[in-house]
């Protein structure tokens, strides 16, 4: 079987949906070269009126977006920078969110904004290392957090799809990843659909985006003493509440890990809506980034603000043995 | 629940005004009413959360909508009530949103900053200052791509021209030769800052700028506004992109209703009185026989009067309903509370 890349699979999420739907049209800063690669071979494929370019004008053409939405089309963002995400933070959550509420459900804005990199990608300091999913999941914009090729590209076919906003943050640390998969097989993955990928009976760990990986080297290695289920849960709103209900009724036990800052993070969230209303027989755990957490340059700064495996390890056996 | 959808209420036929001239009167003469029956409501409790009063620049929502198509599309202020109107939307069911009723244009969901109105191309009024001229400038983009002429109209205030994303639009526009017309309402007032005294330059140098075609237009004469969008929207059909029209009027009231109450100073009587001297309805109505005008003022406060009992006897809106249409795919996320 070929090897497809997680970036490989983004570009041919956008592309199989740009040539199933003429309405679909992607804006952003240099799209046309693609230096992210997301976007590689579209502008030549499918042309200048569909693949624009942009000036460095992110609230602009963010709104401009909206405004192409409510004439018909599907726009898609590319945005290079997960912080400029603050800068757009106005025009995806206080309008384009808004409007079918605000106008009583007369109209609908399908954009997708796509970040092929968000996180930390390695010392690239402070204000082009940041996480904000939690932001977005907290005032209800749709939120995918893929962590596998295959989800990459069913999540983003689907945010394309999507009626409604939906932000798709491809973490740095999962772009390298490949996965040995039947092309024909690749399908779009539902929101709010989350995924088991090992099961476990002593404790369930929910992780976000690339952690999951992470999260399955530390399973494995824990083998033999601790049997961890690791549930992704792909979409971070919508969330799979019941899903994971059904993994803690398994194992009892949780550990969250998310490279998102702590306070109000979506781990938080997590962690308080089990303790809520599933069950658990020990306390539960998270592993994030300090509170407040602002990226530092050196590499050895940056890597002691990031959830480590070391970490992870250490919460699960924490769990377990409060037990 | 879900509310019954109101697109069989309307409770009033477009009047069939023929004349141009008394067209024109007949929307700011409309859009007047509407405004001083909806201060009225304000005062009563029956609109809640206040407006902001349009008396004052009528000429300019009655002068640019003359010029524009059914199928063209605006974008709106928080100060819209009158560019709704004049664009099409029902006046009963405008008023109806401004009261929250679930008959209203939004079905209660948008109140008077959001009043919108797809149907009659209103893409909706926006309550962030300058916020709503990208969401046009793309609209009008999807309009070329899709290769058909309409165009939008954008609407904003001296305030916006402040407002870094509406700067970012107009580059956009012109870059692209977007089918866009740019509305600079200046009323002389971003709330209480004078224009001079929050504007360095001109507004029409923000135009020049990015080499956008712009002049100022007598904002309290329709038919000043009406010709001057007219070429606007002739080149915006063209292809040869945006145009920018400052129009020049003086507020009225107060920037929101609050004031009556909080009653801050920053304009004299003497002032108010000099402005309201020069009054789109009177510009317009001295060029009609008096008896055109009377029957159109008669025929309005009629239809005004229907408005304000249609937005008194409809149902409010049901509560277990209260997030009806957060997500146009029909999600509905967890309660609040459980």
């Known amino acids: 079987m070929p090897k497809l890349s997680y970036l490989k699979a983004l570009n041919r999420a956008i592309g199989d949906e740009m040539d199933r739907d003429e309405a679909v049209c992607v804006f952003g800063e240099d799209v046309g070269v693609a230096v992210t690669h997301a976007t590689a071979g579209l502008l030549k494929r499918f042309g200048p009126d569909r693949v624009l370019d942009t000036p460095i004008s992110e609230q602009a053409f963010t709104s401009f977006a909206t405004g192409a939405a409510l004439a018909g089309l599907r726009p898609l963002i590319e945005f290079q920078i997960p912080a400029l995400l603050f800068l757009v933070f106005e025009q995806i959550a206080n309008q384009a969110h808004k409007f079918s509420l605000m106008t009583g459900g007369q109209t609908r804005v399908p954009v997708t904004y796509l970040l092929p990199g968000s996180g930390s990608r390695e010392s690239w300091a402070g204000q082009h290392s940041d996480h904000p999913y939690s932001l977005f999941a907290h005032v209800g914009v749709k939120t995918a957090v893929p962590a596998t090729p295959a989800d990459a590209y069913g999540l983003l076919v689907t945010a394309i799809r999507d009626d409604d906003p939906v932000v798709v943050f491809a973490p740095s640390g999962a772009l390298g990843v490949r996965e040995d998969l039947d092309l024909a097989a690749l399908a779009p993955v539902p929101l709010g659909v989350g995924r088991i990928h090992r099961r476990g009976t002593d404790v369930t760990v929910v992780a976000v985006g690339h952690l999951v990986h992470d999260a399955l080297a530390v399973a494995e290695d824990l083998a033999g003493t601790v049997s961890v289920e690791v549930f992704d849960p792909r979409t971070l709103f919508p969330f799979d509440w019941s899903g994971l209900a059904a993994s803690l009724e398994r194992t009892g036990r949780l550990v969250v890990v998310d490279d998102s800052n702590r306070s109000c993070g979506i781990g938080g969230e997590i962690v308080a809506t089990a303790a809520e209303e599933m069950r658990l027989i020990a306390p539960p755990r998270r592993v994030t980034r300090p509170d407040g957490a602002v990226l530092p340059f050196a590499r050895e700064l940056d890597l002691a603000c990031q959830p480590t495996r070391a970490q992870l390890r250490a919460a699960v056996e924490k769990a377990v043995g409060a037990g | ?338």
């Open chain 2, 1 to 338: 629940m879900t509310d019954r959808t109101a697109g069989a209420d309307r409770t009033t036929a477009p009047a069939p005004t023929a004349d141009p001239a008394a067209a024109l009167y007949r929307t700011v003469a409309l859009v007047r009413g509407f405004e001083q029956r909806a201060v009225e409501l304000v005062r009563a409790k029956v609109v809640l959360g206040g407006i902001h009063p349009y008396t004052g620049q009528e000429a300019i929502a009655a002068g640019t909508c003359a010029a524009l198509r059914p199928d063209d599309v605006i974008t709106s202020t928080h100060r819209g009530h009158g560019h709704v109107l004049a664009k099409g939307a029902d006046p009963a069911r405008t008023m109806a949103e401004l009261a929250g009723r679930a008959t209203g244009l939004n079905r209660g969901r948008g109140g008077s900053m959001h009043a919108a109105d797809f149907g009659v191309g209103v893409l909706g009024a926006n309550a962030v200052v300058g916020a709503a001229v990208p969401i046009a400038a793309g609209a009008a983009w999807a309009f070329r791509r899709a290769g058909s002429d309409r165009v939008a109209l954008s609407y904003f205030g001296d305030g916006a021209v402040s407002q870094g994303v509406v700067l970012e639009a107009f580059n956009l526009a012109a870059l692209w030769r977007v089918p866009l017309v740019l509305v600079c309402e200046n009323n002389g007032f971003a709330t209480s800052m004078r224009t001079e005294d929050t504007v360095a330059g001109s507004i029409l140098g923000r135009a020049a700028a990015f080499g956008i075609p712009a002049r100022t237009v007598d904002g309290t004469d329709p038919e000043a506004v009406r010709d001057a969008t007219a070429e606007a929207v002739a080149r915006a059909r063209s292809g040869a992109g945006p145009t920018l029209l400052e129009c020049t009027a003086y507020r009225f009231d107060a920037h929101h209703t609050w004031e009556h109450t909080a009653r801050p100073r920053y304009r004299t009587d003497a002032e108010v009185a000099a402005g309201r001297a020069r009054d789109p309805l009177e510009v317009q109505g001295a060029r009609l026989p008096a008896a055109t005008r009377a029957a159109i003022d008669a025929e309005v406060a009629q239809l005004l009067d229907r408005a304000v009992r249609f937005a008194r006897e409809s149902p409010h809106p049901d509560p277990a309903g209260a997030l009806d249409h957060l997500y146009a795919t029909g999600l509905r996320a967890r309660a609040g509370a459980r």
